[in-house]
């Protein structure tokens, strides 16, 4: 009788110290997703599509629709720094609500563009501006983003 409790002790025992490492692990993985920053600008009309995601490490960057054709390259570490100091300076909330200060978009001249913040496991997205021509509010942001690009 005793064999077969002690057996039975050290499966429980096992199985149990196995789900606390299963849970443990799970929590890292979702805390270290929680604290990744990701700054997407889109800007797309009927003949041009750009999309350009910011990570820390991380330039990605979308000129068809379908997106096949990724252009990827190393980000510098100022260049992310700048972007988060940047970003810090934005008052999140009020992203969604910015008024774009031109309106050249409605008549074809110029790109719809938008940009996302995903950050903490939120999304954000600013209204929709022309494409260069943001609001005053993001404006060196969306400057530096473009200009990091081009490089």
């Known amino acids: 009788m005793k ?16 789900s606390k ?12 997703a929680q604290n990744k920053i990701e700054i997407l600008y889109g800007a797309h009309t009927r003949g041009y599509f750009l ?3 910011l990570t820390k490490n991380k ?3 979308f000129k068809d629709y379908e997106k096949l054709n990724a ?31 031109t ?4 008549f074809d001249g110029a790109a719809f563009a938008q940009l996302t913040i995903i950050k903490k496991g939120d999304t954000i997205q600013s209204s929709n501006f022309d494409h260069k021509y943001p609001p005053s509010e993001i404006k060196l942001l969306v400057d530096h983003i473009l200009s990091i690009q081009e490089n």
């Open 3 to 18: 064999p077969i409790l002690s057996c039975f002790m050290l499966i429980v025992f096992l199985t149990s110290c196995h």
């Open 21 to 32: 490492k299963t849970a443990h692990t799970q929590n890292n993985e979702k805390k270290s």
């Open 51 to 53: 999309e350009i995601s």
């Open 59 to 61: 330039l990605t960057k």
């Open 71 to 101: 252009i990827s390259k190393d980000l510098k570490d100022g260049d992310w720094s700048k972007c988060m100091n940047l970003l810090d300076q934005i008052n999140l909330t009020s992203l969604p609500t910015l008024k774009s200060p």
């Open 103 to 106: 309106n050249y978009r409605q």
